[in-house]
């Protein structure tokens, strides 16, 4: 059974940061797309990042590029995203996902919500 588990979430301030984790269990890891996706309050969702978990190579939106850093620890089945200079506008729930935009997903973790408030 496939298993996406994220964690890292909470409140923090503007200009702070977070690491987001997705632990995956039930798939071979290290031999596919893992996506971030995020959800604020009221709209649609928004690719955030991916990661080939074979080769490594990132791709990032331009709204997080710069700022967060998504990164994967093949031993250890676990994907993360480490957000950094967090704003206001980055506030929403975040869901990891196999897949990228362009294959789409198969399967979602629950999600973990992220809020950037003074």
């Known amino acids: 059974e496939v298993q996406l588990v994220e964690s890292g979430g909470g409140l923090v301030q503007p200009g702070g940061s977070l690491r987001l984790s997705c632990a995956a269990s039930?798939?071979?890891?290290?031999?596919?797309?893992m996506t971030w996706v995020r959800q604020a309050p009221g709209k649609g969702p928004e690719w955030v990042s991916s990661?080939?978990?074979?080769?490594?190579?990132?791709a990032y939106a331009d709204s997080v590029k710069g700022r967060f850093t998504i990164s994967r620890d093949n031993a250890q089945n676990t994907l993360y995203l480490q957000m950094s200079s967090l704003k206001p506008e980055d506030t929403a729930v975040y869901y990891c996902?196999?897949?990228?935009?362009?294959?789409?997903?198969?399967?979602w973790g629950q999600g973990t919500q992220v809020t950037v408030s003074s």
């Open positions: 990661v080939n978990t074979g080769t490594g190579n990132t």
């Open positions: 039930g798939f071979t890891f290290g031999s596919n797309y």
């Open positions: 996902a196999r897949g990228a935009s362009t294959m789409g997903y198969d399967y």
